[in-house]
T-cell receptor, first 112, second 117 residues
Framework: GESVGLHLPTLSVQEGDNSIINCAYSNSASDYFIWYKQESGKGPQFIIDIRSNMDKRQGQRVTVLLNKTVKHLSLQIAATQPGDSAVYFC???????????FGTGTRLKVLA | GAGVSQTPSNKVTEKGKYVELRCDPI?????LYWYRQSLGQGPEFLIYFQGTGAADDSGLPNDRFFAVRPEGSVSTLKIQRTERGDSAVYLCASSYVTSGRYTDTQYFGPGTRLTVL
């Protein structure tokens, strides 16, 4: 399958450490945000989402933080595992539209 | 259960040829999206279907690109007179329903890798 993210920013973390992946979104009217994980040769996989009326949402080992003032989104992964190695994308959506806009992505490498 | 499937997984064609890429969404999903992903980039929106109709085709780059979903299930993305710049992975995603505000999770297929020589 296709390799993604050959020229992407890379974050390298030790196994067991926490990871923080950042995303600057583009449209101040966006009110729905999603984080996706994409492994080589596969399509993006939903991780967690957040609506603009929230500033934090937690899932299993993941937390998303939203700062609308500076149009910034972050994904925190607790106790990072080798299986977390992938490219991570944020996506934004403005209500009333269907056009998801994806960021450029960050490659996460988990070091054993 | 079965996820979103896309065929073919790889397609190599020559410049100027016509290609069709197929997407089989998850059964019962009414919303279907096509995206294009170039190397090192995030997916780029092409078109969105709600049922049989294209609710938003603003992402199609030009009139060489066309997509159909005649029975509200399988969709075909058609590219005429292919150009080398069309080379990319074409991703399809489906979801149960999308209201444009509170959306259901999109499930992506593995993509079709298109190479135009």
């Amino acid at each position: 399958g296709e390799s993604v993210g050959l020229h992407l920013p890379t974050l390298s973390v030790q196994e067991g450490d926490n990871s923080i992946i950042n995303c600057a979104y583009s449209n101040s009217a966006s009110d729905y945000f999603i984080w996706y994980k994409q492994e080589s040769g596969k399509g993006p996989q939903f991780i967690i989402d957040i609506r603009s009326n929230m500033d934090k949402r937690q899932g299993q080992r993941v937390t998303v933080l939203l700062n609308k003032t500076v149009k910034h989104l972050s994904l925190q992964i607790a106790a990072t595992q080798p299986g977390d190695s992938a490219v991570y994308f944020c996506a934004e959506l403005t209500s009333g539209t269907y056009k998801y806009i994806f960021g450029t992505g960050t490659r996460l490498k988990v070091l054993a | 259960g079965a996820g979103v499937s896309q065929t073919p997984s790889n397609k190599v064609t020559e410049k100027g040829k016509y290609v069709e890429l197929r997407c089989d969404p998850i059964s019962g999903h009414t919303a279907l999206y096509w995206y294009r992903q170039s190397l090192g980039q995030g997916p780029e929106f092409l078109i969105y279907f709600q049922g049989t109709g294209a609710a938003d085709d603003s992402g199609l780059p030009n009139d060489r690109f066309f997509a159909v979903r005649p029975e509200g299930s399988v969709s075909t993305l058609k590219i005429q007179r292919t150009e080398r710049g069309d080379s990319a992975v074409y991703l399809c995603a489906s979801s149960y329903v999308t209201s444009g505000r509170y959306t259901d999770t999109q499930y992506f297929g593995p993509g079709t890798r298109l190479t135009v020589l």
